[in-house]
């Protein structure tokens, strides 16, 4: 899937491109069945929401389910982010975001590249998200929220928000947030959420601030996060454990097409259990461990 000159234009003043439909309810199922599963497991892969059994975060289900490690090789998500790069990726992180019904709290504004530079000492804001809905998402479920073009800001100042969620962001302050908003068209266009139906896909900047409101429908909203980076913009410190930013830069490889509906191998490298280097953390960047070593 090539992306056209105008979706290269609208990407780069925007800073999001939204794909309603991508992927077809037959391709989304197979994808959606094995949810129930990694959610029931009690692991540090699973972020809870806060009082609840509600999961809110996912990890690195690519690692060990066979449709999620198809889905993080898929041309159709993968080729665009590449056009957008013009560079080999790599998995920097892989999420499946719960917001389940009536119990899935916000997160908050921020931006993703600033817990990424702030956190992994990833060098430079090349490295890109991808939004995949399970569930049709719609203005009652806890879209998620950006405002257009403040991706060109670059690197905003953020606070280390470790309080109104179960999940430590870096987040950005209310005022600034309320300049950009006005300097985005305000209430003509200053927010907006793509909503669609399951199976949407949406790829969006890693400087693009963005935020969701909590779910009080009825109606789950299921979503995987890929974040893909440039190979040669690779993190530098392992300050975060690995299923939450991951240490093997290889290059992706895609797979056919038709991967999630037909039976192709994938490596599943942690099928039985997150091997004990996967929890190892240091504040120390590692080439200069490799130094000192
Ligand atoms: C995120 O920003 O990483 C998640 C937002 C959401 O799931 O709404
Ligand atoms: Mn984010």
């Not at 077809?24 to 069945?33: A, I, K, V």
């Not at 059994?53 to 998500?77: E, G, I, Q, W, Y």
């Not at 817990?115 to 939004?131: F, K």
């Amino acid at each position: 899937m090539k992306l056209s000159p105008k979706q290269l234009e609208q990407f780069d003043r925007d800073g999001y491109l939204f794909f309603p439909s991508l992927f077809t309810p037959e391709e989304t199922r197979t994808l959606n069945d094995a949810v129930p599963e990694l959610y029931s497991r009690h692991e540090a892969w699973n972020v809870r929401e806060s009082g609840s059994d509600a999961v809110r975060t996912n990890f690195a289900a690519h690692m060990s389910s066979k449709p999620f490690a198809k889905l993080a090789r898929h041309p159709r998500m993968v080729q665009p982010v590449q056009d957008l790069l013009g560079e080999a990726l790599y998995m920097h992180q892989f999420k499946i975001n719960g917001k389940m019904a009536f119990e899935g709290a916000i997160w908050q504004w921020h931006q993703d590249y600033g817990t990424w530079m702030n956190d992994d000492m990833m060098p430079t804001e090349r490295a890109m998200n991808v939004a995949i809905f399970l569930d049709d998402v719609n203005e009652f479920n806890g879209p998620l929220m950006f405002i257009p073009g403040s991706h060109k800001k670059g690197v905003i100042e953020a606070k280390h928000d470790l309080t109104t969620t179960s999940y430590p962001l870096w987040t950005v302050d209310n005022e600034l947030i309320a300049s950009l908003v006005a300097r985005a068209g305000g209430k003509q266009g200053g927010i907006v959420s793509p909503q669609g139906p399951a199976g949407s896909m949406i790829v969006f900047h890693s400087c693009l601030v963005h935020a969701s409101t909590s779910n009080l429908s009825p109606w789950n909203r299921v979503s995987v996060y890929l974040s893909l980076c440039a190979v040669s913009n690779h993190i530098r410190r392992h300050k975060r454990p690995e299923y939450i930013a991951h240490r093997d830069f290889t290059p992706i490889t895609c797979l056919p097409d038709d991967c999630l509906l037909k039976d192709y191998p994938v490596d599943l490298p942690w099928q039985n259990g997150l091997p004990a280097t996967a929890l190892q953390t240091s504040t120390t960047p590692f080439d200069e461990m490799k130094q000192a070593a």
